[in-house]
Nanobody
Framework: QVQLVESGGGLVQAGGSLRLSCAASGSIFSINAMGWYRQVPGKQRELVAVITSGGSTNYADSVKGRFAISRDNAKNTVYLQMNSLQPEDTALYYC?????????????WGQGTQVTVSS
């Protein structure tokens, strides 16, 4: 069984910074991509940033230049450094991992961590 434990969310003023962490544990094999998504009530979950096992990254246009994703493969941990936060960044942020095992592809989600940015 795989568990994703997220941390680092909270309340911050506009212009501030937060760093999210997500540690994966359990029977994990060959994680290909680790990423962060976010969701606000009434809207679909959207991609924030993703990083592959080779270090390639992809960001939503709305966070480019402000957010940075990184990962520690030895620790199966992914980070999201969020700078210059704005009220529109307020959302529930979810960690996501995707990979492949001998039983086929897999995908897991964290429980979500709330980020609230006040104006």
């Amino acid at each position: 069984q795989v568990q994703l434990v997220e941390s680092g969310g909270g309340l911050v003023q506009a212009g501030g910074s937060l760093r999210l962490s997500c540690a994966a544990s359990g029977s994990i094999f060959s994680i290909n991509a680790m990423g962060w998504y976010r969701q606000v009530p009434g809207k679909q979950r959207e991609l924030v940033a993703v990083i592959t096992s080779g270090g390639s990254t992809n960001y939503a246009d709305s966070v480019k230049g402000r957010f940075a994703i990184s990962r520690d493969n030895a620790k199966n941990t992914v980070y999201l450094q969020m700078n210059s936060l704005q009220p529109e960044d307020t959302a529930l942020y979810y960690c996501n991992i995707r990979g492949a095992s001998t039983r086929g592809p897999y995908e897991y989600w964290g429980q979500g961590t709330q980020v609230t940015v006040s104006s």
